[in-house]
Nanobody, 126 residues
């Protein structure tokens, strides 16, 4: 059974930083992508970033490029999202997701992934 558990959300002021963590289990070794998505109140879900566990390649939405960094620790079975220079518009529930289908980062950010965590709330105050 695939399990994804997010942590690290909280309240931060504009310009501050947070690091989200996604602990995963049940995924076959080496053959999947993991991504971060977010959904703000009253808005549609937005793809934020993906990382391929196969080759380490990463992909970012334009809205976070240069501010957010995705990384992985295979030994700890954890994916991180370092978020810097946070803005009020980054306020959302952030979800970790995983997918074994070898699609591109562009595809995943647009259409989502197969497996989802329950999310962690990030609030950026102005």
């Amino acid at each position: 059974e695939v399990q994804l558990v997010e942590s690290g959300g909280g309240l931060v002021q504009t310009g501050g930083s947070l690091r989200l963590s996604c602990a995963f289990s049940g995924l076959s070794f080496g053959g999947y992508d993991i991504g971060w998505f977010r959904q703000a109140p009253g808005k549609e879900r937005e793809g934020v970033s993906t990382i391929s566990i196969r080759d380490g390649s990463t992909y970012y939405a334009d809205s976070v490029k240069g501010r957010f960094t995705i990384s992985s620790d295979i030994v700890k079975k954890t994916v991180y999202l370092q978020m810097n220079s946070l803005k009020p518009e980054d306020t959302a529930v952030y979800y970790c997701a995983a997918d074994p289908n070898y699609y591109t980062g562009t595809y995943y950010l647009a259409y989502g992934m197969d497996y989802w965590g329950k999310g962690t709330l990030v609030t950026v105050s102005s």
